[in-house]
């Protein structure tokens, strides 16, 4: 694969029903669908058109122009994204709030496709700069390579900037409804499956099991999206709580388990804790008065913060 981005990720943004629709294949290898640009029109008009303008003004100079403009029926590309997530992305290509982005590494794409296939960045421009730039610049030309002909497929108008858009492409013959099919091993090359914002938690978890039990894909890869929710990114872990009730003072095991987080915690877990954090947390013996009131004795287990903690806590207020 010819690669011309500095990116590590690509994304690729598609309905639930077309992820599910591929998964479900029985075989082994799944088809990745590649379409013509006619294909992409829906979303932009533009789509195509330098191609046929080009076409259209070089084929008055240049008899080889009617061979290239057959070549233009077998170009097929996939639109991926450089942007992890954006609303706008959400809103354009999954409007119903029932979409994905699977996440590609761009090493593991290199690997499985070989050099007849080009990954790179679209560039946006206005339209008197593509005027500028490339149609004064190829009109010119009458042995235009295919690789050039190719690169005019990866000029946008400015206005679709914010997709960030990155093509996957090559030259071949289509199979069928103007499509291009790859073999496409889903289980190897996607990194990560993340959920609409928009999509309830319940259509969520249903679809997380689909995943997980009908296609064996790891749990560990599923994910919802929280950029509508951004409270849950600061959740916070067992360790963070610990410390946020202990920077109070020393606290007993039984004090802890009144505390909804801890409420299901063992003496056991509540050591391990405290084993392996080391740093933030001593086990102690919380000190009472005996029933006299004029003795103190040793009490219940408990934990106390370390001076190393105390001084991070202090630095950071």
């Keep these: 694969m010819k690669i011309k981005l500095e990116h590590k990720f690509v994304y690729r943004y598609l309905p639930i029903y077309r992820l599910i629709d591929i998964l479900s294949k029985k075989e082994k290898k799944k088809n990745l669908a590649l379409l013509a640009p006619s294909k992409y029109k829906i979303h932009d008009l533009f789509e195509g058109w330098l191609f046929e303008k080009l076409f259209e003004e070089c084929s008055k100079k240049h008899q080889c122009w009617a061979e290239h403009k057959e070549f233009e029926r077998k170009i097929f590309f996939l639109c991926l994204s450089s942007d992890s997530e954006t609303d706008q992305i959400w809103k354009t290509y999954t409007p119903h709030a029932l979409g994905v982005c699977i996440k590609l590494d761009v090493s593991k794409l290199k690997e499985k496709f070989d050099d007849s296939f080009i990954l790179g960045s679209v560039k946006y421009r206005t339209i008197g700069t593509i005027q500028k730039e490339l149609i004064n610049q190829y009109s010119s030309l009458e042995n235009i390579t295919k690789e050039e002909m190719i690169d005019l497929f990866y000029w946008k108008m400015k206005g679709f900037k914010t997709d960030n858009e990155i093509r996957l492409s090559i030259i071949g013959e289509k199979n069928k409804d103007d499509t291009y099919y790859v073999d496409f091993d889903y289980h190897y090359l996607i990194e990560s499956f993340l959920f609409d914002p928009r999509m309830e938690e319940t259509t969520f978890e249903s679809f997380r099991l689909v995943l997980t039990d009908q296609f064996g894909i790891d749990n560990k890869k599923i994910k919802h999206s929280t950029l509508h929710r951004p409270w849950d990114r600061f959740c916070f872990s067992d360790v963070d709580y610990l410390i946020k009730y202990l920077s109070k003072g020393v606290h007993s095991f039984d004090w802890l388990r009144e505390k909804p987080i801890f409420e299901k915690y063992t003496d056991e877990q509540f050591e391990s804790i ?28 408990g934990i106390k913060l370390t001076q190393e903690a105390v001084k991070k806590i202090n630095e950071e207020a």
């Design 274 to 301: 405290i084993l392996s954090n080391s740093k933030y947390f001593r086990k102690v013996k919380i000190i009472r008065h005996d029933d006299s009131g004029n003795r103190l004795i040793p009490g219940k287990d």
